[in-house]
């Protein structure tokens, strides 16, 4: 059983390599890398059962190397978590790339790219140790670029170039702790790096490295004041790119947050988690106004992320099992609503005699197409944390959780903050559903297909009302992160 942890890094990864042969079929090629998809997903599914009910980390040691001479992979709750959520928006957004009307996904290097993408995403969230956690973010970060700089938005190549250079700023970092623990510690390896952190105690260079890790995750889940590039980014990216982009992948810095706080800088986790809170509650006003103002609705759902992030980023700084549970289920939410609301937009676009999502363009189109209308107005309710969706789970247990940790002011803030959300996604639904289109103006017959977005509603709808198992599976989670001596002694053994 060990090995269900490395399959779902290597079966996206040979399938990128089979369909850049496939490129001459494109049809061919977009169905393998679907199938592909799939049935990685499939696999990080059985990867999390085993090790939710075992209770126990599934650990491989690449090569028989024991851990930490060796590279590792370690499936835990939460990497068994992140990767069946980034999977599952994955296969979604490659469902709506099959479905698309883009040029772009008819170019032979799209779906091989898109598989690297996975590969990335998934082994940063399954390695064990800080270099290859690069590694995997490089090749994240390069297959992210040239998806986006292919892009049918005349602004892809400048939105790529941006994300290149912020994300070389944010391998800088990386490697600067990276080289600071190595040289503070003797070891890259997580489980040693938070053992060797309790007994050796705080190395000069351990502050310089931990605000190194901070300033690489802030850029990762775009958080303030690192946001700057991500709305130009999201906002040109391909939409099916663009979906998973905006959801999972800025899930990367959650990630990286959670494992600082819960393993690695244990005595600095109270500075850290101070920290997330400021940043959470700013980023919640801040992305919610500058999405109440913009003027195109793909880039109000990329500063929509930014302010749904800093609720995930409150949970976590609150550091009580609650919180992190409720930080953890609203990660895994906002994933499904927001993939979903992005490719609701894309398809809207789409049928825009223009292809844009510029409010000025598609004013008035939703009159056509009011079955999407209806999906996108359960999505906005999802992301406003209204019931019956997920976001209002969601935004229950975390305020819950705030309630518990006597955290009264932040809780205030953010509470206020939440109202803004349903103002902007209400005014974007009434711009395209409910007022007239312009004089002349008339939407095209077909679009990018509907059928991936309208299962993640349905999925949002469930977790709405059948919510109890991801509670469950969020809350073992976090107890999980919270002895992180059972993570070292299955990574180190005796």
């Known amino acids: 059983m060990d090995h269900l942890v490395i399959f779902p890094v290597i079966i996206p990864l040979a399938g990128a390599a089979v369909a850049l042969l496939l490129h001459r079929w494109p049809r061919l090629q977009g169905g393998w890398t679907l199938g592909t998809m799939v049935t990685s997903l499939l696999t990080s599914a059985a990867m999390l059962w085993q090790v939710w ?5 599934i650990v491989l040691q690449l090569g028989g190397w024991p851990a930490p001479s060796g590279i590792s992979f ?27 009307k883009d040029s772009v996904v008819t170019y032979p290097a799209f779906f091989p790219l ?10 940063a969230f399954l390695t064990a140790d800080l270099f290859n956690l690069f590694v995997f973010i490089e090749l ?24 290149f250079y912020i994300s070389l700023l944010a391998a ?15 070891t890259l390896n997580m489980a040693d790096l938070a053992q060797r952190i309790a007994v ?6 351990l502050p310089f490295a931990a605000a190194f890790l901070m300033a690489t995750f802030m850029i990762k889940s775009a958080a303030f004041p690192f946001h700057f590039w991500q709305p130009d980014f999201h906002t040109a990216a391909p939409t099916p790119v663009h979906a998973v982009l905006s959801s999972v992948v800025v899930k990367l810095g959650v990630y990286g947050f959670l494992r600082m706080t819960t393993l690695l800088f244990l005595a600095q986790a109270e500075l850290i988690q101070t920290i997330l809170i400021v940043v959470g509650v700013i980023g919640v006003f801040y992305g919610g106004l500058g999405a109440t103002g913009t003027y195109d609705a793909k880039r109000m759902l990329a500063y929509s992320t930014m302010g749904q992030l800093g609720f995930i980023l409150v949970g976590i700084g609150w550091g009580t099992p609650l919180s992190i549970a409720a930080a953890i289920v609203f990660a895994f939410n906002h994933s499904l609503a927001k993939a979903a609301m992005l490719m609701l937009a894309g398809t809207v676009a789409s049928r825009a005699p ?32 209204i019931p019956p969706t997920n976001g209002f789970i969601s935004k229950l247990l975390l305020f819950r959780s705030g309630i518990d940790a006597a955290q009264f002011a932040s809780l205030a803030l953010i509470g206020v903050g939440s109202m803004v959300t349903l103002v902007y996604t209400m005014r974007a639904f009434r711009a395209i559903w409910w007022l007239a289109p ?8 077909t679009g990018d297909r509907v059928l991936a977005p309208a299962l993640l509603i349905g999925l949002v709808l469930v977790l709405g009302v059948w919510a109890e198992p991801l509670v469950q599976l969020a809350q073992d989670t976090s107890l999980s992160l919270l002895q992180p001596a059972e993570y070292v002694q299955a990574v180190l053994g005796n």
């Open 354 to 385: 223009i292809k844009s999502a510029a409010f000025t363009v598609v004013t008035g189109l939703g009159k056509e197409i009011p079955g999407i209308g209806v999906l996108f107005f359960l999505g906005s309710l999802a992301l406003a944390g």
């Open 53 to 57: 009910q075992t209770q126990t980390p």
């Open 74 to 100: 370690v499936g835990d709750l939460l990497a068994g978590v992140m990767v069946f959520m980034s999977q599952l928006v994955i296969s979604m957004g490659m469902l709506y790339a099959l479905g698309a």
């Open 114 to 123: 898109f598989l690297t993408l996975a590969t990335g995403l998934t082994g």
């Open 172 to 186: 800088f970092f990386l490697l600067l702790a990276v080289g600071s623990l190595y040289v503070s510690y003797g």
């Open 140 to 163: 994240l970060v390069i297959s992210g670029t040239v998806l986006t700089a292919a892009s049918d938005d005349k602004y892809g190549t400048e939105a790529a170039y941006k994300y």
């Open 438 to 445: 312009p004089e002349g103006v008339k939407a095209k017959t």
């Open 200 to 205: 050796d105690g705080e190395q000069p260079l």
